[in-house]
């Protein structure tokens, strides 16, 4: 892991994978986390459920100043009680944006600065955590997808699903866009977010989680689905998100990037389209 460059703040863009969907995006001097799931287990208070088959890069109380959080949905490899915890009690105080239905989990925790959303919201930032003006504003809009939620036996879809695209320097000629898509299955909601928000420059994409399909195919794409969601989105560079962490599903841990490889070869589309990067990768994003 390049500690040394996720310590500071950037500019251009910088991602740092910490594995399944947690996702270290740096860009515009701000520190962007996506669905922090760092604990062992990817269940209740992080010590059950699916068990964590690769170690976290880092942990809850060892991230870096945190300025945005965006959590997808209340799953709990998505939304993880002991990394929030470890997060909160080494002082970070990020902003926070989730689903429409899910600040009351945060309130219960007396964790502030909590915003939900509507699909198709947005949210403008115009200065980091500590109040210093950013030199191009970032705008957060939540997305849909095909999902839903659930975090106990009485709760389902009570609390909204969906992603979240990171404008920077919106409505300007030099625009870039994040898109961080959540969990889904494939659906005509990519297609919406290219032509309601424009193209996307850089996209986290699920790859993983996918078998038995007859039972996953409405909640989790499989690298087929992924591959569409990069055109429909007309995506420049994606990397590889939701697989190689947790045994949360039937096929094998090699399994994701080898239908990869397949899939893009299909559609005539390079292998390096899409990264595979190492858990605690980091890469610069090209402009």
């Known amino acids: ?67 945005l959080l965006l959590i997808s949905h209340n799953h709990y490899d998505h939304l993880c009680d002991a990394t929030i915890a470890a997060m909160v009690a080494s002082g970070q105080m990020p902003q926070i944006f989730v689903p429409l239905g ?102 986290a994409l699920p790859i993983g989680a996918y078998l038995p399909r007859d039972f996953m195919k409405n909640m989790h794409v499989n690298p087929v689905d992924a591959v569409q969601i990069m055109l429909d989105l007309d995506a420049k560079q994606a990397m590889g998100v939701h697989w190689g962490t947790f045994k949360l599903t039937q096929e094998s841990f090699d399994h994701p990037p080898r239908d990869l490889a397949q899939a893009l070869q299909d559609r005539g589309i390079a292998n390096d389209r899409v990264w595979l990067l190492r858990h605690g990768e980091t890469r610069a994003i090209a402009k």
């Open 1 to 67: 892991m390049d500690h040394e460059r996720i310590a500071s703040r950037q500019l251009a863009p910088v991602v740092t994978w910490l594995g399944h969907v947690s996702v270290l995006l740096q860009v515009g001097g701000l520190n962007v986390l996506t669905d922090p799931t760092l604990a062992d287990f990817a269940g209740p208070y992080g010590r059950f459920g699916a068990p964590r088959m690769v170690p976290a890069p880092l942990r809850g109380d060892r991230l870096p100043p945190i300025d």
């Open 102 to 203: 899910l600040k009351a989990w945060f309130d219960a925790r007396n964790i502030p600065n909590v915003t939900e959303l509507d699909w198709w919201d947005h949210a403008d930032v115009t200065s980091d955590k500590d109040g210093n003006a950013l030199p191009q504003p970032i705008r957060i809009h939540f997305t849909a997808a095909q999902h839903w939620s659930r975090r106990t036996p009485f709760d389902t879809n009570a609390s909204l699903w969906g992603g979240y695209m990171v404008e920077r320097n919106p409505g300007a000629t030099d625009v870039w866009r994040f898109l961080f898509p959540g969990d889904t299955g494939y659906s005509a909601d990519f297609r919406a977010i290219r032509e309601r928000l424009g193209a996307v420059d850089f996209l």
